[in-house]
């Protein structure tokens, strides 16, 4: 699915009337994954997200709060831009679709689909959805009683004469290139969905709206028809185009991957490619739908106020650390065709297993005992040390190989199992050879430090595996280990081959790296920024 040398990635771009909740960030998180495992891998990468804000609805709200919209947009896009920060999220480009670099190339595509008869004028009537600001056809507005599939909202009954595009004409192309490429809508459960749908017939989908007398200048007008505007969804689905869509980054084109929440597949499992084909593009290697969030058991809304916003994620990475945060949102979320529970008990559950017992733990036993029988350097790896059974470059190497599949395959969840399970490894392997009772006796030192060295090594080699998920706190782990991690600079089969860490080299004993969390403790409060 990856091309060996580039890779690109984005997120959707996110409507700026919402502020920042855990779907965005989490979307967010499985790209900043992605894109640093790609890094990491030696892959020139590029990492896109944003922020859509040309809908209906953001002039409304704009209005409410007494400004203008571009006032109200910028004040929201700042928003995001500061939960990403917040997270340690590694994006490239945050691209804002009221920025001329998009509205320009925007009109010019939409000029090109003109002139190839791609888009045309034409009479509409159908069931508009206010509030996700698009049409629905009409057997999926009696299949939901006429309300919005997404909000449960009314839908409105709406004649007018729109631009329309031709998607009606691609459906064959489209199915023909999904069962060529099997990995192009994912997981596999989306994929049925969006074939079975496809199967039932595609409508010709209108891509403007009427410019009504006063409404606000606010949107990009139909190249040659002033009279009409461009649709958000069709100006929100460019900004992948448009932002690397210079001479610098054409070469990053088809994107590699789209995440996306699974709301919103259709646009881009359906809808994209085929204007992509249109405009004569090549296609995304992947298109990949997310589930949802729920919170203690319960689907989240702001009217129950058990919304998980940017506050109540700030007040855990305030008591656990971004990075523990990062882990929990990376390995425990809904990134298969299920939705996923952020509970607190749980949590806290996977915060000690994963983090304090084992990576943390491990870490401690480890630099504790180089500094008890070692002195505190990290010791040779001569000798003897016990490997009957455990043959650590091997390991390591079989590891990292795996973890470096699973991402290509946008199993990131399943990549980072890698590294844990390597970091678990680790654990046992202490716990059969004992060094502990071999440093009793004075003729078995060789055989303590060659364990101890290969415990060491099997663990920064596992950092470069949780890196990803992980980056603060892994470059503590390295530091701990006397390493000073070229990342950037070595591909990860460099910086992953045995034998990285230098004898000599001072390991620190220090706090843990993830204290142990007390399950009985309450839930940390919202933090507000």
Known sequence: MTRPDRFYVTTPIYYVN?????????????????ARMNRLLGRETFFLTGTDEHAEKVVAAAAEHGLSPMDWASRNAEAFREAFAELDISNDDFIRTSEPRHTERLAGYIRRLQDSGDIALGDYEGWWDPSQEEYVTETAAREHNFQSPVTGRPLVKRTEKNYFFRLSAYADRLLAHIEAHPGFIRPEARRNEVVGRIRQGLQDVPVSRAVQEGDADWGVLMPGDPGHRVYVWIDALCNYLTAVDTPERRAFWPADAHLVGKDILWFHAVIWPCLLMALGEDLPGCVYAHSYWIREGRKMSKSLGNFLDMPTLRGYAGAFGVDAVRWFLLTQGPAGATDADFAHARFVEVYNADLANSVGNALNRVTNMIGRYCDGA????????GLADHDWPAIAAGAVERAAAKA???????????GLALVRRVDGYIHATEPFKLAKDPSKRGEVAAILHHAAEALRIAGLVLWPAMPGKMEAL?????????IG???????ARWGGLTPGARAVIGDPLFPRADPAAPPPAPAPG
């Open 478 to 486: 390295w530091r701990r280990l006397g390493w000073e991690a070229p």
């Open 489 to 495: 600079r070595a591909p990860l089969s460099e910086l």
């Open 18 to 34: 919402d502020r920042p909740h855990i779907g965005h960030c989490y979307t967010t998180l499985l790209a900043d994954a992605a």
């Open 408 to 418: 290509d395959a946008m199993d990131l969840p399943g990549a980072l199992a890698e």
């Open 378 to 385: 990290v010791p040779d790896a001569g000798g003897s040390a």
